[in-house]
């Protein structure tokens, strides 16, 4: 038979409300504590996107050993994964040299209002100097 000497003291420390436990009554079931104005931050939807081409390799992997095994329907269902990453990749991709573009345009924008700020300072500048003369 199995005895355990020192439990009592631990068990009697646990019971005890010196560690802030709340007993069943004291304790609310649901907590309304949820608000708009609380900063409640939610994992990004594509919390995957830069393990797609891990996940691609490993789902392509599993369906490649489910073949060989000689279950084509686990196959196809770990071949439709991958497809699946594939194209949350892609969609990456694309998202990625969209605003690759639109920063650079916005770049382009800055230098020709900047040259066109600098050509009217200068024309103001002549004015104000044939003016004077």
Do not use: C
């Not at 609380?38 to 599993?62: C, T, V, W």
């Not at 770990?78 to 040299?97: G, S, V």
């Amino acid at each position: 038979m199995v005895t355990f000497r020192n439990n009592n003291g631990r068990r009697n420390t646990f019971r005890r409300n010196e560690r802030s436990f709340k007993s069943n009554g004291e304790r609310n079931k649901f907590s309304n504590n949820f608000s708009n104005s609380e900063n409640f931050q939610r994992k990004a939807p594509g919390r995957n996107n830069h393990n797609a081409s891990k996940l691609i390799d490993k789902y392509n992997n599993l369906a490649r050993e489910a073949l060989s095994g000689g279950d084509k329907i686990l196959s196809e269902n770990y071949f439709q994964h991958a497809d699946h990453f594939t194209r949350i990749l892609n969609e990456k991709e694309i998202q990625k040299k969209v605003i690759f573009k639109n920063q650079i345009s916005e770049k382009n924008d800055n230098k020709e209002k900047n040259i066109e700020n600098l050509s009217e300072k200068q024309e103001s500048t002549e004015d104000k100097h044939s003016e004077a003369n």
